[in-house]
């Protein structure tokens, strides 16, 4: 789909990451209002999980309307639907968007403009 960088990556993924973005913002914040202990690693862990299934949901919609995967993993993974071994991935990284997070916090205006031109410029410059 819209492939740039020799097929690295597509232009759809400036805007499934930022879309990401926001969905990941209001987990958070629907994890806050619930005031759970050790809401921190609870997030982790529900974002780990749940982009497994975001992939399965990508991969299966992506095969039925485009014919294509978005999320392509080597033939014997799970019939190139989502792999379980990124998980340990996926929670590590959980771990650090919770820091991330943090930041955001303080100062949410500069991080997603942040994040918007770094996208950008890996996206549609380089």
Do not use: C
């Not at 309307?65 to 998980?87: N, R, W």
């Amino acid at each position: 789909m819209t492939p740039v960088h020799n097929g690295d990556t597509s232009i759809f993924a400036f805007f499934q990451w930022s879309l990401y973005g926001y969905h990941l913002y209001f987990v958070q914040n629907k994890i806050q209002s619930l005031n759970l202990k050790h809401e921190a690693y609870i997030f982790a862990a529900v974002i780990s999980a749940e982009a497994l299934l975001l992939e399965i949901f990508v991969n299966i919609s992506s095969k039925f309307f485009l014919d294509t995967f978005i999320f392509y993993y080597l033939p014997g993974d799970m019939g190139h639907l989502t792999t379980v071994y990124v998980f340990p991935v996926y929670l590590l990284g959980g771990a650090i968007l919770i820091e991330i997070f943090k930041r955001f916090l303080q100062d949410p205006v500069f991080f997603g403009n942040l994040s918007f031109s770094i996208a950008f410029i890996f996206v549609f410059l380089s």
